[in-house]
C-alpha cells in the first residue's frame, strides 16, 4: 500500500507504492516502505525521527517547490550500429524429434532442447536467438539445419529477443520473461526467523520498448534491481517436511514409517501441500552417462505427490519384459547406484495422471527458484525491507551490475550485442521535468468551537501535513457506541481506553457522545473466539449501534480479521486498532496518547460515519468539479483472486470489480458498486448497471452528471480501445436510452505498475534522496502512440525511491492540456481522506481500491459460509467439470456480492 497505512491498526501510513502481493519478485528501483505504521527513525541520508529535511530513515527529498527540474531514470538506449544496416538475420525453422515407443509421443523439456542446441552448434552460441519452441534465429545461415527461409529483418523487432539472450549467456535464468536471477552465493541473502526452506534472491529486471522524448523516438531498455523468496537447494524430503509442518501445524518426519503413513493418510494436508509442490522444479543424478558413466543432471518438474510409497501395490508398473514390478524394485535393478531409497516414504509423479512417471522422493533435490507457494507475509516484508534502499545506492548498484552484464567486465553478453550489431549506452537517460504546485488543503479551525467555526488552509510541506489546530471540514455525531478487545485485559485499562478514544475524537470533529457498550474476549467462556465476538455484534446491533471499535490481537490471523470485517460492515461501521501497536500499548499502560496516531484513526472513524475530512482550496478543482453537483469522478478497479505466483488461473475464474463514485463535490465521500466478472473479459462488461448504483447515492441532485471524469486502473495498453468501445460506450449508452444529453467525458488510465523508476542527478543527490511530490514529466520518456501519457510522482516516500505514476488520456471532450490533466490528477492525490498526506494515485482510484480488497473479503468468508468453497482453490480448478464450478461459483458470488454491498453503508470500506 502507498501512505494510507493498515486498515487494522489505524497507523499513519508511510512510503511508496508497495501493494504486497501484486508482485512475486518483490520490489525493484523503488518500492518504499511496505509497512502501515512504522516511522522511518532516521538514518544515512535522512533527517532523522520527524525532523530534519526528510522526515526520517531514507525519505528525504529534494527541497523544490515548483519549476524545473532534471532526473536521472533507469532508461538506457539501444542503438543499432552502422555495420547492421546491410546484416541479414537467417530465421530457421527447427523440430525436434525425440525416440519413442510406436504409437506414444515424446516431448522434450526446454532445457533438453537447448542442451542439444548448444551441442550442434558449438562455438556459435552467442551468436543463436532462440525462443524456446521452433524459431532460431542466427547471423548466418546453417546447413545442417533445415531452413525454413533467409530474410533481412529489422532489428527493432528483435531487440529484447536479443537483450534477454545476452542475460542468459552470462548465465541468469529468466522467469515471466523479465526477471533475471543468477545462481551465485553472493546473490542470495538469508532470512530471519525459522523458515529453513526459503532465501532472498537478488537479481534483476529488464523490458525493451521505445519511448519519446521531445517529438524524437528511441528504444530504451528500462532496468530494474529485484529480488524474489527463493526455494534453497535442499532435499525434496526436507522440504517437504517443511511445507507439510507448517500447513498440518505439527511435527512432520518423513525419515519414519510412521510420519510418512500419517502424511499420506491425512487428505486435507495432502491437498494443500500438493498446491504448494505443483510445478517445483527438480534436479536428479541418478541416470548415468552412457558414454562416461558419470551421472547427468535431469530437470523434472513436480506434478503431484502422492499417497503411497515406492513399495506399495499402487506403485507397480509392467515392464517390457512382462514383468510387472514396484518403482523400488525397478530402481534397485535399474539404478544400482542410487540405493538407499526408503521403501516408505511417497512418490511423486513428474507427468500427467494418465501417462505418469514416477520417482521416490530421496533422490531428487530442489533448483533455486521464486517460490510458488508456502510464502508467509513475514517473508514477504523482509523482501520489500530488504529492497528499500535511497536513490543514490539504488542507482549506483543498478550501474554496477549493468557495468558486470553488458559492459566490459561482462563475458558473453557484450559478444551477443555486438553479433547481433547492438550497443547498448550504459549511461543513464537524463530527463526534464517540473514540479507542479500542490494545492491547499481546506480543514476547519480548532478555536471557538460550534458550527459557526471558521476555515483553516493547509499547503503540504514535501507531500504531507498535519491537524495542528485543526479538525475535520465535516464531523460527525455517535450517539451508540461500543469496545470490542480481542486482547485479554482488566476492564479499567479498556475504560480508559475508551475515555480516550472519546477524547481525541472530540479534538477532530468526531463526538463520540455517551458511555460505550464494552465487551471482551475471555478464555473462562467456553464458546469460541468468534462466536463470543459474533453474540457481542448482536447484542450491540439490538441497542442501536452506530460504531464498533475492535481491539486485535496481534497474532490474529488475516482471516479473523477478514470475518470481523463481514460480520460488523453489514450491521454498522467498524474500526480495528492493533493491540500491539505502540501507541495502543502505551494507553494500555496508562501514558499520553500520540496525537499522530488517532488523527489517523479518526480520519477514518470520521468519513465511515458519513463525515468530510478535508477538501481542497485549488484553482482546478473548482474549474473541473464545480459547485453544482454536475461533475462524478468515478474510478474503477478490477481484483483478481490467483496469487501472481500461482500457475495462471482459468479464464472463467471470478474477479471482483469494484467502483466508486464522489456523493458531493467535496470529494469527501464516495458511492461504491461492486459485481463478479469472469476473468476471460479484459473489460467491465456490466458497468452500465454499476453506475446507475453510484448515482443512487447521488440523492441530492436528480440531474445526471453533465460531466464525468472516469479513472481506470489494472488495466494495459493493448486494452485501452476495449475500455473506450465498451465501458465508455455502454455509460453514453445509458444516457441515450434515458433521453438525456451526453457527458462531456475525461477518461484516463492510470498505470502504477510501470517500469520506469526518476531519481534525482547526481548534483543534486546531496541535497535529497527522492524527488519531490508533484514531479511532472510530460514530454520526456513517452510511450509512442496514439494515447498522450505522462509520469507523475505524486507522494513521498519516507523509505525507499518513490515510484512514479504513468497516465494515459483516453479521451478528453474539452482537449485539455496535459498539464492541466496532471495538474487535476495531482490534486485528486490530496483528498485521501485516511491519512495527511498525498498518495501515489487519485484518491478515487485508492478508495476503488480498498473496495476491491474488502469485497474479496465479504466473497472469501460468504462462500466458505455457504458453500463451503475456498475461493483460492478456483485458480486449480480444469477441465469442463471445473468450468461448470466455476461458472456456477461465479453466479452465486455475483448475487451474493452485490446484495452485500447493498446492505453496508458508504466508506465503511476505508
Not at 533481412?152 to 545476452?166: D, G, R
Not at 439490538?542 to 481491539?551: D, H
Not at 495498453?717 to 457527458?743: C, D, M, Q, T
Amino acid at each position: 500500500m502507498n501512505g494510507g497505512g493498515r486498515g487494522r491498526d489505524g497507523s499513519r501510513g508511510r512510503g511508496g507504492d508497495s501493494r504486497a502481493g501484486s508482485n512475486p519478485y518483490g520490489r525493484g528501483f523503488g518500492s518504499g516502505d511496505h509497512r502501515g505504521g512504522n516511522r522511518g527513525g532516521g538514518g544515512p541520508f535522512g533527517g532523522g525521527g520527524r525532523g530534519g529535511m526528510g522526515g526520517g530513515g531514507f525519505g528525504s527529498v529534494l527541497p523544490v517547490l515548483r519549476g524545473p527540474l532534471k532526473c536521472l531514470s533507469n532508461h538506457c538506449e539501444l542503438v543499432v550500429s552502422n555495420r547492421r544496416q546491410a546484416v541479414a538475420v537467417w530465421k530457421h525453422f527447427v523440430d525436434f524429434k525425440a525416440r519413442a515407443e510406436p504409437g506414444k509421443k515424446r516431448m522434450l523439456s526446454y532445457e533438453a532442447r537447448r542442451e542439444i542446441l548448444d551441442e550442434f552448434l558449438d562455438g556459435l552460441r552467442a551468436l543463436i536467438l532462440y525462443d524456446g519452441d521452433h524459431l532460431l534465429v542466427c547471423m548466418k545461415k546453417l546447413e545442417y539445419i533445415e531452413m525454413l527461409r533467409g530474410v533481412s529483418l529489422s532489428i527493432h523487432p528483435q531487440q529484447s529477443l536479443i537483450m534477454n539472450h545476452a542475460a542468459v549467456m552470462e548465465g541468469y535464468q529468466m522467469f515471466h520473461g523479465v526477471n533475471f536471477f543468477k545462481d551465485m552465493p553472493e546473490n542470495f541473502v538469508p532470512l530471519r526467523g525459522p523458515n529453513k526452506a526459503f532465501q532472498i534472491w537478488d537479481g534483476f529486471s529488464q523490458a525493451v520498448a521505445p519511448y519519446q522524448t521531445a517529438g524524437t523516438m528511441s528504444w530504451n531498455a528500462v532496468f530494474n534491481l529485484r529480488a524474489c523468496t527463493s526455494t534453497k537447494a535442499i532435499p525434496l524430503v526436507k522440504y517437504i517436511e517443511i511445507q507439510a509442518s507448517a500447513i498440518a501445524k505439527r511435527m512432520v518426519d518423513l525419515s519414519t514409517e510412521k510420519g510418512c503413513r500419517a502424511l499420506m493418510a491425512d487428505a486435507e494436508v495432502m491437498r494443500r501441500l500438493n498446491r504448494r509442490l505443483r510445478g517445483t522444479k527438480l534436479e536428479s543424478f541418478h541416470i548415468l552417462n552412457r558414454d562416461t558413466q558419470q551421472p547427468e543432471k535431469r530437470v523434472y518438474k513436480l506434478k503431484e505427490l502422492m499417497t503411497f510409497s515406492a513399495s506399495s501395490e499402487e506403485s507397480r508398473f509392467d515392464l517390457q519384459d512382462g514383468r510387472r514390478v514396484t518403482v523400488l524394485q525397478h530402481f534397485k535393478e535399474t539404478y544400482p547406484h542410487a540405493s538407499g531409497i526408503p521403501p516408505f516414504q511417497p512418490l511423486i509423479n513428474t507427468r500427467s495422471k494418465d501417462r505418469p512417471a514416477y520417482l521416490p522422493v530421496s533422490i531428487v533435490t530442489l533448483k533455486h527458484q521464486p517460490a510458488r507457494e508456502g510464502v508467509t507475509e513475514e517473508d514477504r516484508a523482509q523482501v520489500a525491507e530488504h529492497m528499500i534502499m535511497p536513490p543514490r545506492n539504488r542507482v549506483a548498484k543498478t550501474e554496477q551490475l549493468l557495468s558486470l552484464v553488458f559492459g566490459p567486465q561482462g563475458h558473453s553478453a557484450p559478444k551477443v550485442l555486438d553479433a547481433f550489431g547492438v550497443i547498448l549506452q550504459l549511461e543513464a537517460k537524463t530527463a526534464q521535468g517540473r514540479v507542479l504546485e500542490s494545492p491547499l488543503i481546506k480543514y476547519r479551525e480548532v478555536p471557538g468551537g460550534g458550527p459557526g467555526r471558521s476555515s483553516k488552509t493547509v499547503r503540504p510541506a514535501q507531500g504531507d501535513w498535519n491537524l495542528r489546530d485543526a479538525a475535520f471540514c465535516r464531523g460527525t455525531v455517535c450517539k451508540v457506541w461500543a469496545l470490542y478487545s480481542f486482547v485479554e485485559t482488566s476492564q479499567n485499562v479498556i475504560e480508559n481506553l475508551a475515555r480516550v478514544l472519546k477524547t481525541q475524537g472530540a479534538k477532530y470533529g468526531v463526538n463520540l457522545t455517551t458511555k460505550p457498550g464494552l465487551g471482551a474476549y475471555t478464555r473462562n467462556d467456553r464458546r469460541p473466539m468468534l462466536d463470543q465476538f459474533a453474540a457481542f455484534v448482536a447484542l450491540a446491533k439490538t441497542k442501536g449501534c452506530e460504531l464498533l471499535f475492535v481491539i486485535l490481537n496481534e497474532r490474529v490471523s488475516l482471516d479473523i480479521y477478514q470475518i470481523v470485517k463481514s460480520c460488523t460492515d453489514v450491521n454498522f461501521p467498524s474500526q480495528c486498532l492493533n493491540g500491539r501497536h505502540k501507541c495502543i500499548d502505551a494507553i494500555f499502560r496508562g501514558d499520553n496518547p500520540n496525537p499522530q496516531y488517532f488523527a489517523n484513526v479518526m480520519s477514518k472513524v470520521n468519513m465511515k460515519l458519513q463525515g468530510v475530512n478535508q477538501t481542497l482550496e485549488a484553482d482546478i478543482i473548482k474549474q473541473e468539479i464545480g459547485t453544482d453537483k454536475s461533475t462524478l469522478v468515478l474510478a474503477v478497479e478490477t481484483s483478481f483472486f490467483a496469487n501472481p505466483t500461482k500457475t495462471s488461473p482459468p479464464p472463467t475464474a471470478p474477479i471482483v470489480c469494484a467502483c466508486t463514485g464522489n456523493m458531493d463535490d467535496d470529494l469527501g465521500a464516495f458511492g461504491h458498486a461492486v459485481c463478479v466478472e469472469s476473468r476471460k473479459h479484459p473489460i467491465v462488461t456490466d458497468i452500465g448497471s454499476m453506475f446507475k448504483t453510484i448515482l443512487s447515492y447521488r440523492k441530492t441532485t436528480k440531474n445526471w452528471p453533465a460531466r464525468i471524469i472516469y479513472l481506470r486502473s489494472a488495466t494495459t495498453e493493448a486494452h485501452f480501445p476495449l475500455v473506450l468501445a465498451g465501458e465508455i460506450r455502454a455509460i453514453e449508452e445509458l444516457y441515450v436510452r434515458e433521453n438525456r444529453s451526453k457527458p462531456r467525458i475525461l477518461a484516463v488510465a492510470v498505470q502504477r505498475r510501470q517500469q520506469t523508476r526518476l531519481f534525482p542527478t547526481k548534483e543534486m543527490q546531496a541535497q535529497g534522496n527522492n524527488l519531490p511530490p508533484g514531479f511532472l514529466l510530460a514530454n520526456s520518456l513517452q510511450h509512442p502512440g496514439h494515447f498522450r501519457n505522462f509520469l507523475l510522482i505524486s507522494h513521498k516516500a519516507l523509505q525507499g525511491t518513490a515510484r512514479p505514476t504513468r497516465y494515459y488520456i483516453l479521451r478528453d471532450d474539452a482537449n485539455r492540456d496535459m498539464e492541466k490533466v496532471a495538474q487535476l490528477m495531482y490534486s485528486l492525490c490530496h483528498v485521501y481522506g485516511r491519512c495527511q498526506r498525498a498518495v501515489s494515485i487519485p484518491a478515487p482510484l485508492y478508495y476503488a481500491e480498498l473496495l476491491a480488497a474488502r469485497a474479496q473479503s465479504y466473497m472469501k468468508v460468504g462462500m466458505r459460509r455457504e458453500r463451503n468453497i475456498d475461493i483460492d482453490d478456483l485458480s486449480h480448478l480444469s477441465g469442463e467439470a471445473g468450468e461448470k464450478m466455476l461458472t456456477e461459483t461465479r453466479h452465486f458470488a455475483d448475487e451474493y456480492l452485490r446484495s452485500t454491498a447493498a446492505k453496508v453503508t458508504p466508506m465503511v470500506f476505508c
